[in-house]
């Protein structure tokens, strides 16, 4: 069973807000594509992975989906980590495509449209965090389990090459369809229980205590300047801005579309950029709408949580997300 469900992590959502909005002109418009397309390609990775443990058996397994802790000296983070009464399992995955080549420097070379391109290597590093894992849990004096690792590639157009046929890569990298027949040779390895029902829940617990998400400022790290992103609702057919308000629908000058909640995703973008406490008129400025009434009639039906009189109303928005 999931403890902590697959989600699109803070940062993530962050990133598409900013890529969202932010005109194609922009100097850093570029790094900041880039930087998007490859987290998400890598959640989407990590999202296909649901099939897989769907076939687990909930009793058994504890599912943790991007556990960050801290460690001795730095944070170290978990794609996914399963807990079970026998052994962990630590899960990295890379949703690369293309020709990979695992060679005998310790080295992931990607082979993709003629260009090459050199990754740290996804064993060493999945190892390393069972190690910081390992310190995290003797910190505690929490039951040393046995803890186990594998790099789980997802994408459906990946080749995997070993250099060396006895290198311990070929146990230590799978593709997805292989993840399940992985796991049950680990079930087999490990037969007895290390750890009782009380132990496990308590250690679940402290996981999810001690969870702390990456947070980073990415408007320092792109130098982007908040005025730079454009406002408005978009359009959730084709995805332009800004769509136009009529008639208690909002309506899409591009293609036509038309929806009754649109502006929901516009207050969470809102949430993102600006916080998550805000006036009527600073959402209806946001969302491009003509009059007070109108922002106020579609505050008073999302039932959020507010303070203060009708002039000075503050709406808290983080339940929007």
């Known amino acids: 069973m999931y403890i902590k469900e ?28 880039r930087d998007y397309i490859n987290r998400l390609s ?45 052994y962990f399992l630590i899960v990295e995955v890379k949703n690369l495509s293309g020709n990979i080549t695992f060679n005998e420097f310790n080295q992931m070379i990607q082979e993709r449209d003629g260009e090459l391109k050199k990754y740290d290597d996804p064993v060493l590093q999945v190892k390393h965090q069972a190690f910081q894992f390992k310190q995290w849990l003797d910190a505690r004096k929490l039951p040393q389990i046995p803890v186990e690792t594998i790099v789980v590639f997802t994408h459906p157009n990946v080749f995997l090459n070993v250099e060396q046929p006895s290198s311990p890569y070929i146990k230590n990298i799978v593709v997805s369809t292989k993840l399940l027949e992985h796991v049950k040779a680990l079930n087999r390895k490990y037969s007895q229980k290390l750890i009782d029902s009380r132990q496990i829940k308590r250690i679940s617990n402290l996981i999810l205590k001690n969870h702390t998400e990456l947070e980073q400022n990415l408007y320092e790290k792109y130098h982007i300047n908040k005025l730079d992103l454009q406002t408005g609702v ?16 909002w309506f899409c000058r591009h293609c036509n579309n038309i929806s009754i909640d649109a502006h929901l995703k516009g207050i969470s973008d809102y949430c993102f950029i600006h916080g998550g406490v ?9 969302l491009h709408l003509p009059s007070e009434n109108i922002m106020y009639k579609l505050l008073m039906k999302m039932n959020l949580p507010k303070t203060g009189n009708t002039k000075d109303r503050l709406y808290f928005l983080s339940e929007v997300r």
């Open 6 to 33: 697959i989600s699109k992590p803070k940062l993530l959502i962050e990133l598409e807000v900013i890529h969202s909005r932010l005109p194609g002109t922009h100097n850093h418009y570029a790094m900041i594509e």
């Open 278 to 286: 805000a006036t009527n008129k600073q959402l209806r400025e946001f």
């Open 42 to 86: 890598g959640f989407k990775g990590e999202q296909s992975l649901d099939y897989y443990f769907s076939f687990l058996p909930e009793k058994d397994f504890l599912i943790f989906h991007s556990i960050r802790l801290k460690g001795a000296t730095h944070y170290f983070q978990m794609d996914f980590l399963l807990l079970t009464q026998k």
């Open 234 to 249: 978009h359009c959730p057919e084709c995805n332009r801005l800004p769509m136009i308000w009529m008639k208690g629908k």
